[in-house]
C-alpha cells in the first residue's frame, strides 16, 4: 500500500534569519549577500542563524536582494499636492536633487498620508521598486516609519520623528535655535516674551518651544502666553489673534516658523501694534517670506537647501555600503527690523 509523502519542510525566510540573530532584516541581507561595513559579532550571528535554521537564498530572491532601480523616494507625511510647493519643501527637493545629480539616482516623490496613499506606498517599497526611502515631516507615531522599517530598506530621516531616534538622519539645531531667537528678545529688554509653537506632534516644533523655555528659564522669566499654530501665515494669524482676545500683552513674540511670524506680524497692526516698537517679533527659516515681510523679520536661518543635499548623501552613502553618521546642522540668527 502506497504512503503518503509527508508535507515539504517549508523553507526559512530572511525574516527569521534577521529575528534568531538579533539583528535587522538590512543586516542580514548584507551578510548574506557578502557586503561589507557589518560589524565581527553581527556577521558572526547572522552566519550562526542561517546554520542553526538551515536557510538557503532562492536564486530569485538573491537576484531581488542585489537588485538596483535607480529611484529613490522622498516620502512626506501629507496629502495635500500644494505642500511640495511650500518654501521649505521646495527648498530641501531642490537640495536632494542637485546631491543626486552626482549620481545615477531618481528622485520619486510620494505624499503618504492617508490609509490608501499608506498602503501604496508600502506596497511600492515591497516590491523593490526604489532602492532607499528619504522620510520627511513625520507626525506623531507615524505609520511611515513604522512601513519603511518593515521593508528593511536604507532610509535617511529629514528632522528626527517624535518618538525614537532613528540610525540616520539629518537636522537642524532647532533648540539651539529658538533659545539664540528667545535670548535675543530678552536682550532688547522685553520680558513678556509670547510664543505661538507649530504643529503639537512634530520633533521640530517641541525641540523649538524647548528652546524657547530654556532662555526663559535661564532669565528668571515665565512664559506669559503660548499658542499654538499649524506653521501657515493663516495659522499664525490665527494664533496671534488667539493670544490677543485671551488678554495677552506681550511685548514680544517668539515664533516658531516664518509663514507663522509673517501672520502673527499682520494681526499685530490689525489690532494697532508696532512692530518692533511695542510688539518685538521673532520668526525661524529664514525663507523668502522673512524679507517680504513688512517690517522684515528677524528670524533664525537654517540651512534648508543644505539639510536637502545632506539627505540625499546620506542616503547614497548606505547605497554604497558606506555607514554615514547622523548629522546636526548649525542655525544662526539674522537680525532685521522686526526685532
Request: aromatic fraction near 4%; include cysteine.
Amino acid at each position: 500500500m502506497a504512503t503518503a509523502a509527508g508535507p515539504s519542510r517549508r523553507r526559512p525566510t530572511l525574516a527569521e534569519v534577521a529575528a534568531r540573530a538579533g539583528v535587522s532584516m538590512t543586516v542580514a541581507s548584507r551578510v548574506i549577500n557578502n557586503a561589507p561595513h557589518v560589524s565581527h559579532d553581527k556577521r558572526k550571528a547572522v552566519e550562526k542563524a542561517i546554520r542553526d535554521l538551515g536557510y538557503a537564498p532562492s536564486r530569485s530572491a538573491r537576484a531581488l536582494a542585489t537588485r538596483k532601480s535607480g529611484l529613490v523616494a522622498l516620502a512626506v507625511s501629507g496629502d495635500d499636492p500644494a505642500l511640495f510647493a511650500d518654501p521649505f519643501f521646495a527648498h530641501v527637493i531642490v537640495g536632494i536633487s542637485a546631491a543626486l545629480e552626482e549620481t545615477d539616482l531618481h528622485l520619486l516623490l510620494c505624499l503618504a498620508a492617508s490609509g490608501r496613499s499608506q498602503a501604496r506606498f508600502q506596497g511600492l517599497l515591497g516590491t523593490r521598486a526604489v532602492d532607499g526611502v528619504m522620510l520627511l515631516a513625520l507626525r506623531g507615531d507615524d505609520p511611515l516609519a513604522h512601513i519603511v522599517e518593515r521593508a528593511g530598506l536604507p532610509a535617511v530621516y529629514g528632522g528626527r520623528p517624535l518618538h525614537g531616534e532613528p540610525r540616520w538622519f539629518v537636522d537642524a539645531d532647532n533648540r539651539g535655535g529658538a533659545r539664540k531667537a528667545t535670548e535675543h528678545l530678552i536682550g532688547l529688554g522685553r520680558t513678556r516674551i509670547a510664543a505661538i509653537t507649530g504643529l503639537p506632534d512634530t520633533e521640530v516644533s517641541e525641540a523649538r518651544d524647548r528652546g524657547y523655555r530654556d532662555a526663559m528659564a535661564i532669565a528668571g522669566l515665565n512664559p506669559p502666553a503660548v499658542a499654538a499654530g499649524d506653521f501657515t501665515v493663516a495659522g499664525g494669524a490665527a494664533a496671534m489673534t488667539a493670544l490677543l482676545d485671551a488678554g495677552a500683552d506681550p511685548d514680544a513674540v517668539f515664533v516658531a516658523n516664518d509663514n507663522m511670524a509673517a501672520g502673527a506680524v499682520r494681526v499685530l497692526r490689525e489690532r494697532g501694534r508696532r512692530v518692533p516698537d511695542d510688539v518685538a517679533v521673532v520668526g525661524f527659516d529664514d525663507l523668502e517670506i522673512a524679507a517680504r515681510t513688512d517690517p522684515p523679520l528677524t528670524t533664525v536661518h537654517q540651512p534648508v537647501r543644505v539639510l536637502g543635499q545632506e539627505m540625499a548623501r546620506m542616503l547614497t552613502a548606505l547605497l554604497s555600503d558606506r555607514e554615514p553618521s547622523p548629522l546636526i546642522l548649525p542655525t544662526r540668527l539674522v537680525v532685521r527690523d522686526s526685532a
